[in-house]
């Protein structure tokens, strides 16, 4: 059996991510400043994209999670899947925040404006960790894929309430918001683009970070398969020795 | 072949622990078996695979008809498991522990005469459990196991906790029971009671069936 | 299921009638919290008054913590779940009658706050008819919710803690939704968002939480 997690797909992925990256990154940076904003308007280039790729993560984990729950489609490799795709959320939501925190802190003077969107991430955010620590609790692998599956359809199930809830609060309150800081389509047609590119880019990072992750899980597992027969001839050998 | 329970190399993995690793057994409607062996065998795993509470990961396990690998929740009304945990809300009377369990159940058996047949004295009826001796538990759980009406006992060392007299109330209750067709199955280290009560005995060691060369006679 | 529902509540609330955890414990403690929250925040009549809401329901969600812990923990004695999976109990009337039995406790639980938060902080109650909607709505939801999360952590070691990590950003939404709608009922002025809607969004987590607890409750009991 294989010991790395490396392959074509991976490293296909792992350029193709690469080089877009770099290229969001050089388009981003070569933006015009805007009046209003000064150089930070460059941050649409990456954290849209950071805010989807987590949108992503989080759909993968959900879907993952309901396949596993389908009995028809049930297979370790969903289970192993989610956990995964949520560990990368962890990461992609907590730069969203980070993102857009920096980005509104040059217009507005405070690092966060309770937008309803950054909330809603900060909400997810705790979601994923709550899932994150009860995957860690030990137990047999179908049990712990059980209670991970079902608390994950739960937290999903709980975002679109999230975002009703969020979303009217802050209508409440007129004002700071980081749509705001998204250019209309009749500015200058290379932030779109920079966004766009950046969509790609952190969507590519997502899979070939994912990929990587869910490998690392199947070994763990199988190394878990190998115990087993080791165990079974422990135990048969104790029932010899009585 | 219309055993009671029917187990054919059944493997049980308690996390990543083999409890059991190779289980065959065969008990006959009625049959009163004992399962002999040290402590760590897998005597109380294989009881609660018996009950359905616990899956095996391989091998074939039917028990009163019901396929255990397909569907273990059928099989869980129809037997009654006294283990070595009370299985009782501590903050609730006898009384009341037992009414509710009949009424899960949806057994038609009366609660006061369970707990007459388990040695309850009227006088404790009413109090919590958590205020009652080991013993009055034991007996306790006793009446809340015989209350479920069911046609396969599962007792694992039964008669721990109990004093003398009520080790020959809970004999004669196995005994009363196996007459009417109940199957039992007994895992005990009293094993002069237990060598009495049982047809045969299957000795349980690294949690596999050994063969054994006899059965016992009942006396 | 209904059958079973009702006994499982029954069990639940003659138990809590016997232990008085809810009365002795969990009710002293949320008014303790809306003590707490004045001496923070300096009981100068305008901030008390205006936060009243939210403080409210700030309470009732920690003190459900405790309510479902102590729900979740009932279960957990002494072979008592093995018990019930034994017992033939429907896991979908499990589910309804402990949610309920929560329910029925926190309602309580509700009008003592209720009271201590007209008679520490001074407020002046209108729009009675949508503050009980509120309620109503908004409890069912948290008892769900909470007894669904109860079991998912129960016989877990570390369920004390993991329990409100894995409950509070789940029951984000019905805090917002009951502060707002109970502001609008008690300042009697127009809101931009009608209290209606708060109100059909506490009826939609109420209605998804409910649902998926009956679905789920079963398959979670069975931990090997």
Redesign the interface.
């Known amino acids: 059996m294989k010991r790395g997690t490396s392959s074509a797909l991976t490293m296909t992925l792992g350029i193709a991510a690469f080089l877009s990256l770099t290229a969001t990154v050089v388009v981003g940076l070569t933006l015009p400043k805007t009046i209003e904003q000064g150089d930070y308007s460059k941050l649409i280039a990456i954290h849209p994209g950071i805010a989807w790729a987590s949108y992503v993560a989080l759909g993968v984990t959900a879907l993952a999670s309901a396949l596993w729950l389908w009995p028809r489609t049930r297979s370790i490799t969903y289970d192993l899947l989610a956990g995964a795709s949520a560990e990368v959320a962890v990461v992609f939501t907590s730069l969203t925040l980070i993102t857009g925190s920096i980005w509104g802190r040059p217009t507005w003077g405070v690092w966060w404006v309770w937008d309803a969107r950054l909330t809603l991430s900060a ?1 997810m955010l ?2 994923l ?2 899932y994150l ?2 995957r860690r ?4 692998s ?2 712990r894929a ?2 991970a599956a ?2 994950a ?3 999903v ?2 975002v679109p ?2 975002h ?3 979303t ?2 802050r ?2 309150h007129q004002g700071r918001s980081l749509t705001q800081l998204t250019p209309e389509n009749d500015l200058d047609g290379s932030f779109i683009f920079a966004m766009v590119l950046g969509f790609l880019a952190m969507t590519l990072v997502y899979a070939w970070l994912t990929v990587h992750r869910l490998r690392v899980a199947r070994l763990e597992e199988s190394l ?1 398969d190998e ?2 027969e080791l ?2 001839e422990a ?6 020795l ?1 | 072949m219309d055993h009671a329970v029917h187990l054919r190399a059944a493997v049980c993995l308690l996390g990543r622990f083999p409890a059991l690793a190779g289980i065959d057994l065969d008990v006959e409607r009625g049959e009163v078996v004992l399962l002999q062996g040290p402590n760590g065998a897998g005597k109380t795993t294989l009881m609660r695979v018996t009950a359905g509470l616990v899956p095996i990961t391989r091998g074939e396990a039917v028990v009163l008809g019901h396929d255990l690998r397909r569907n273990r929740r059928a099989v869980r009304p129809h037997v009654a498991l006294l283990g070595h945990a009370a299985g009782l809300y501590e903050d609730l009377t006898i009384e009341e522990n037992i009414r509710f369990w009949a009424r899960a159940a949806k057994s038609s058996l009366d609660p006061a005469t369970a707990q007459d047949r388990a040695g309850i004295a009227p006088r404790l009826r009413a109090l919590p459990v958590a205020r009652l001796s080991a013993g009055q538990r034991r007996r306790a759980s006793l009446a809340a196991f015989l209350v479920r009406d069911a046609q396969l006992w599962l007792l694992d060392e039964p008669h721990a906790g109990l004093d003398a007299e009520s080790r020959d109330v809970l004999d004669h209750l196995v005994r009363e029971a196996a007459d009417s067709g109940v199957t039992v199955l007994l895992a005990s280290h009293e094993l002069d009671r237990a060598k009495l009560l049982a047809d045969r005995q299957v000795v349980i060691a690294g949690g596999r069936t050994e063969p054994t060369p006899e059965a016992l006679d009942v006396a | 299921m209904w059958h079973d529902a009702l006994l499982v509540a029954g069990k639940d609330l003659r138990i809590e009638a016997r232990s008085r955890v809810a009365l002795n414990q969990v009710a002293p403690f949320g008014v303790l919290v809306l003590v707490l929250f004045a001496f923070a925040l300096d009981p100068d009549r305008n901030v008390l008054v205006r936060a009243a809401a939210g403080l409210f329901w700030i309470a009732v969600l920690l003190s459900s913590l405790l309510a479902v812990q102590r729900s979740a923990g009932i279960e957990g004695a002494d072979g008592v779940s093995d018990a019930q999976r034994l017992s033939g109990l429907d896991p979908a009337g499990i589910f309804l009658g402990k949610a309920a039995a929560v329910a029925v406790q926190l309602a309580l639980l509700e009008v003592v706050l209720g009271v201590g938060v007209v008679v520490l902080y001074d407020v002046d109650v209108n729009g009675v008819l949508t503050l009980v909607a509120t309620a109503v709505a908004a409890t069912i939801g948290l008892a769900a919710a909470g007894t669904l999360y109860g079991v998912l952590a129960a016989g877990l070691r570390v369920r004390e803690t993991l329990l409100p990590l894995l409950l509070l950003p789940v029951v984000a939404p019905v805090l917002i939704a009951a502060t707002r709608a109970s502001e609008a009922a008690l300042t009697g002025l127009a809101v931009e968002v009608a209290p209606g809607d708060w109100l059909r969004l506490l009826v939609v987590f109420a209605v998804v939480y409910v649902a998926f607890g009956v679905v789920a409750y079963g398959m979670l009991l069975e931990e090997s």
Not at chain 1, 137 to 140: K, M, R
Not at chain 1, 235 to 240: D, G, L, T, W, Y
């Open positions: 909400l705790a979601l960790l709550g620590a009860l609790v030990p137990a047999e179908d049990v059980r209670r079902v608390a359809m739960l937290a199930l709980v309430v999230n009703f809830a969020v009217w609060w209508t409440l878990v115990d087993l165990a079974l135990r048969r050998r104790e029932a010899v009585t």
